[in-house]
């Protein structure tokens, strides 16, 4: 699993909040990149009420055998109770190897 890469989509409630976490878990080494995008329109059930809010959609890419790690620091940074955190496999046959390369020497690996 060393080399294969992950992305683990969030969604946050401002770019800022997004953005102290992406400064905090590349620090920490446990995501090579944190794509920040633009403002999307959320629609979504919340206690048996359509809510509609604008969040800021963030791609955080590190290695298969981080990503439970990177989910959970996620999860501890993220100011939502209930936060959006999936983790999508990517396929490096797919992908470019220098990219997966360079994402994989940019994440520390855990120790198992």
Known sequence: MKNEVAV???TWPDAESAAAAGRTLVGERLCAC???LGP???IYR?????EESVEIPALFKTTADVAAVLKSRILALHPYDTACVLM???STEGSSGA???WVTDNVTAISE
């Open 8 to 10: 683990l989509y969030t």
């Open 34 to 36: 944190v794509n920040i």
């Open 40 to 42: 999307m329109r959320s």
């Open 46 to 50: 919340w206690e048996d009420a359509v």
């Open 88 to 90: 999508l496999p990517v």
């Open 99 to 101: 990219f997966t390369a």
